[in-house]
């Protein structure tokens, strides 16, 4: 076969193949929109003059309400509340007193400990007399220093202070 030919044989085939696919794809488009079902019908569109008329309109429904920001207060106390400084749905800011616990309880806590450290320092009074003046008397007997006698008299002094 020479070249010319088979060129041509090809040029041929090539053209035939595309022509048919051409053919083909042009071809199924047409039959799908036939086939596609058609819309509700067209609504008909009326003009009217323009005028001017109260519109009362009313809507009854029920709706719940939900705020924009919401925030949990948690107390560092317990107790029982004895005021509320705010009112539902009024703005508050950091630092504003929300609710008043009653006192009583932390006062009655506050003025326990106040007397036990009283009863302590009470003791350790005592205690500093007794250490001072047995160590006074075995000093006198040359059984303890002049240290520990004056170590005894500064802890008495101070327990006496405060």
Same mark, same amino acid.
Request: aromatic share 4%; charged share 20%; with cysteine.
């Given at each position: 076969m020479r070249p010319r030919t088979l060129l041509a044989g090809l040029l041929l085939t090539a053209a035939l193949t595309g022509g048919g696919a051409y053919a083909l794809s042009s071809a199924q488009p047409a039959k799908q929109a036939v086939s596609a079902p058609s819309g509700p019908p067209p609504v008909p569109v009326v003009a009217d003059a323009v005028r001017a008329a109260m519109c009362r309109s009313t809507c009854a429904a029920s709706a719940t309400v939900q705020a924009y920001n919401t925030d949990t207060i948690r107390t560092q106390v317990q107790g029982q509340i004895t005021q509320v400084a705010f009112k539902e749905g009024q703005a508050v800011h950091a630092g504003d007193l929300l609710a008043q616990i009653d006192p009583r309880?932390? %006062? @009655? %806590? +506050? /003025? %326990? @400990?106040i007397a036990n450290r009283e009863r302590d320092e009470g003791r350790k009074l005592v205690n500093a007399q007794a250490n001072l003046q047995r160590d006074? %008397? +075995?000093? @006198?007997?040359?059984? $303890?220093?002049?240290q520990t #006698? /004056? +170590? /005894?008299? $500064?802890? !008495? #002094?101070?327990? @006496? +202070? !405060?």
């Amino acid at each position: 076969m020479r070249p010319r030919t088979l060129l041509a044989g090809l040029l041929l085939t090539a053209a035939l193949t595309g022509g048919g696919a051409y053919a083909l794809s042009s071809a199924q488009p047409a039959k799908q929109a036939v086939s596609a079902p058609s819309g509700p019908p067209p609504v008909p569109v009326v003009a009217d003059a323009v005028r001017a008329a109260m519109c009362r309109s009313t809507c009854a429904a029920s709706a719940t309400v939900q705020a924009y920001n919401t925030d949990t207060i948690r107390t560092q106390v317990q107790g029982q509340i004895t005021q509320v400084a705010f009112k539902e749905g009024q703005a508050v800011h950091a630092g504003d007193l929300l609710a008043q616990i009653d006192p009583r309880p932390f %006062q @009655a %806590q +506050l /003025d %326990q @400990a106040i007397a036990n450290r009283e009863r302590d320092e009470g003791r350790k009074l005592v205690n500093a007399q007794a250490n001072l003046q047995r160590d006074s %008397q +075995l000093m @006198a007997r040359g059984y $303890a220093t002049p240290q520990t #006698v /004056d +170590l /005894d008299k $500064a802890i !008495r #002094v101070s327990s @006496a +202070l !405060r």
